[in-house]
């Protein structure tokens, strides 16, 4: 079992940044890949990115490549997600994941999800 807690959400002006983090208690941080998505409303969740269980290897979503860096702290059981030139678009509820899986060019949420943090880009 693992419990994950984000934080850093909040409201950001176009072309703002943000980070948010994700602490995660329970079983082993660094046996899990981690994973960051959100979901806008009205629309599916979608993925944003993904973190090895090294920290060595990270994945994008094409709408946030080269604006958002994902990182670990396997020392502190932390995921963050840094946030830069934020547009509107990027305006949704944001979900810590453990143990996503990896299906073709497709990312699929793991077991273990955390509340959310909401994002808010005004224009």
């Known amino acids: 079992q693992v419990q994950l807690v984000e934080s850093g959400g909040g409201l950001v002006q176009a072309g703002g940044s943000l980070r948010l983090s994700c602490v995660a208690s329970?079983?082993?941080?660094?046996?899990?890949?981690m994973a960051w998505f959100r979901q806008a409303p009205g629309k599916e969740r979608e993925f944003v990115a993904a973190i090895s269980r090294s920290g060595r290897t990270t994945w994008y979503a094409d709408l946030v490549k080269g604006r958002f860096t994902i990182s670990r702290d396997n020392a502190k059981n932390t995921v963050s997600l840094q946030m830069n030139s934020l547009k509107p678009e990027d305006t949704a509820v944001y979900y810590c994941?453990?143990?996503?899986?990896?299906?073709?060019?497709?990312?699929?949420?793991?077991?273990?999800w955390g509340q959310g943090t909401q994002v808010t880009v005004s224009s």
């Open positions: 994941n453990a143990d996503p899986t990896h299906v073709g060019q497709d990312w699929l949420g793991g077991r273990y």
């Open positions: 329970g079983r082993a941080f660094s046996s899990y890949v």
